[in-house]
């Protein structure tokens, strides 16, 4: 089976967080009792493999202060596990 590390969107119809271009189910965000509206967290999910590329690059070409290098280093290494 082939990992899939984005692009990935959010289908608000069915709840589900999919691959671009291929449409694959990766995520459903669904609550079982419909009480919770996950729709903010399914936005950020789906836009994270983005997210982390931007970090990345910004790491390696934006001059920026020790503080914010650690921050960003940390949020990089999270995201890769």
């Given at each position: 089976?082939?990992?899939?590390?984005?692009?990935?969107?959010?289908?608000?119809?069915?709840?589900?967080?999919?691959?671009?271009?291929?449409?694959?189910?990766?995520?459903?965000?669904?609550?079982?009792?419909?009480?919770?509206?996950?729709?903010?967290?399914?936005?950020?999910?789906?836009?994270?493999?983005?997210?982390?590329?931007?970090?990345?690059r910004l790491l390696a070409?934006?001059?920026?202060?020790?503080?914010?290098?650690?921050?960003?280093?940390?949020?990089?290494?999270?995201?890769?596990?």
């Amino acid at each position: 089976m082939a990992a899939h590390v984005g692009p990935w969107r959010y289908e608000a119809a069915t709840k589900t967080i999919r691959s671009v271009p291929e449409n694959y189910w990766l995520a459903s965000m669904n609550s079982w009792d419909g009480a919770v509206d996950h729709e903010a967290n399914a936005l950020v999910m789906a836009a994270s493999a983005e997210l982390l590329a931007v970090c990345k690059r910004l790491l390696a070409e934006v001059p920026m202060g020790a503080g914010h290098i650690r921050q960003l280093s940390a949020a990089i290494s999270k995201a890769e596990g």
